[in-house]
């Protein structure tokens, strides 16, 4: 019960910024205002996100260990690693998952926008992405580290470069329909390359 609340404490203050964000741009908004709209203090709003910048990607927090996750679970079916990271990107794909970049609501796009619009939360996302890596790693696990390093390294620039492009496509226009066919071909020749350079491996 503690958790779910504090999940929800999480969520609220969360929506409540990045409302403003979005209405104002995001160097607009202070902390006072977002602490103000979410009627907390900012003590409090500090307790769950030390930096204004997590509050924006906070949205990513679940998604941090995705893949290690799906490498776990993977393995429970007897599936390996890079192939229960491509069905996952692939289902991901077919559900218009905002995270594969495959999703034209409009609010989504705005959120996109204004991430991807800012250098701040740019630099900010980088150290997502890193301990996503590291999550990644250890699930691959291995008697090489480096070779594991590696592999997650390649698999987090896959999944994050096959969402770039379905973001760009959809920004300049496209529906998410009309981009599927595309996600879909570029997610298994990316997946093919990955499973070529790391031969059996993983």
Do not use: C
Request: net charge neutral; glycine share 6%.
């Amino acid at each position: 019960m503690r958790e779910r609340k504090k999940q929800r404490t999480y969520r609220v203050i969360s929506d409540a910024a990045i409302a403003l964000f979005l209405e104002k741009g995001f160097d607009e908004v202070s902390v006072a205002e977002v602490a103000a709209a979410a009627e907390i203090s900012k003590p409090t709003l500090f307790r769950y996100f030390p930096a204004k910048e997590d509050l924006a990607l906070h949205r990513f927090a679940d998604h941090e260990d995705e893949a290690a996750r799906v490498v776990t679970a993977g393995r429970a079916d007897g599936l390996a690693p890079l192939d229960a990271l491509q069905r996952h990107f692939l289902a991901g794909l077919d559900r218009r998952e905002p995270v594969t970049g495959l999703n034209d609501h409009a609010g989504v796009l705005a959120f996109h926008r204004l991430l991807y619009g800012t250098p701040s939360l740019v630099a900010r996302l980088h150290a997502y992405v890193r301990r996503s890596e590291e999550a990644l790693t250890a699930a691959l696990g291995g008697p090489d580290p480096l070779a594991a390093r590696l592999a997650a390294g390649q698999i987090v620039a896959v999944q994050r470069i096959l969402a770039e492009e379905n973001w760009r496509r959809i920004a300049a226009g496209a529906s998410a329909e009309d981009v599927l066919p595309e996600a879909v071909a570029a997610a298994r020749q990316a997946f093919e390359q990955v499973r070529a350079g790391l031969g059996t491996i993983f």
